[in-house]
């Protein structure tokens, strides 16, 4: 069951702009590399459903997680179809993100009040998905559709609160970029946590580059 509700998953997005994205087969791993994230001022994190026996690794974070870094909302991502995302909600997931939008994933969410942030990649798209109660969705993929795509959905459909993933690089300018297009705020992946530096251990170098770009973030008005 999920720890935090919709409101309060959506204020922690809101409150950071930024949403890590990662996942690794070693739980200890990616347990380290979310407290690294928690420890520079992440509230919100998703977790990748990719790999067999992703779910295991979930349910272990999650529970890491409860315990070191209580106000984290951690979530899922690549979900495709509603048993995937039925399975991660009874492990604790707060939010359910896709690559797609699949109308019955959201009623699995919306059933358990869970936010769905399903990837859309034209305006019709993001339509049907708030019409489904999706409150969030994701532009994706990010590098493919571009800053004026945000721009220019927001601008007929101001109510919009958009995701970005896919692309978008830990940098001021780019972070910028993408905030200032309208978008509510922005997933990061493999460019936010480079191989060498978690095969090094490095979780101090990841916890300077998530409050470097939370601060970017902020500086956006």
């Given at each position: 069951?999920?720890?935090f509700d ?6 922690k997005?809101?409150d950071?702009r ?8 070693d739980?200890?791993?990616a ?5 690294a994230?928690y ?7 998703e977790?990748?459903n ?8 979930f ?7 409860a ?7 951690i ?5 495709v179809?509603?048993?995937?995302a039925a ?13 797609l ?7 699995v ?12 990649g ?13 409150d ?13 795509f945000?721009?220019g ?7 919009s ?9 830990p ?8 905030l200032?297009a ?7 992946g ?13 979780w ?18």
């Amino acid at each position: 069951m999920a720890k935090f509700d919709k409101l309060s998953v959506l204020q922690k997005m809101a409150d950071t702009r930024i949403v890590p994205v990662f996942y690794h087969a070693d739980a200890a791993i990616a347990c380290q590399v979310v407290k690294a994230c928690y420890d520079g001022g992440i509230r919100a994190f998703e977790f990748t459903n990719r790999g067999d026996f992703a779910h295991e690794v979930f349910a272990q974070v999650v529970r890491y997680a409860a315990e070191n870094c209580p106000e984290l909302a951690i979530g899922v991502g690549s979900v495709v179809d509603a048993p995937t995302a039925a399975l991660y909600l009874q492990l604790g997931a707060n939010f359910v993100v896709g690559p797609l939008f699949n109308p019955e994933v959201a009623k699995v969410c919306n059933r358990r009040c869970v936010p769905y942030t399903p990837g859309c990649g034209t305006v019709s798209e993001v339509g049907f998905a708030q019409e489904a109660g999706c409150d969030l969705v994701k532009a994706f993929p990010g590098d493919v559709l571009g800053p004026k795509f945000v721009k220019g959905l927001t601008a007929p459909m101001p109510w919009s609160r958009i995701m970005v993933t896919g692309g978008v690089e830990p940098t001021e300018e780019n972070i910028s970029q993408w905030l200032k297009a309208g978008s509510f705020c922005v997933g990061m992946g493999s460019k936010l946590f480079p191989k060498e530096v978690v095969a090094a251990g490095d979780w101090k170098s990841i916890s300077d580059k998530c409050r470097a770009c939370i601060q970017w973030a902020k500086a956006v008005k």
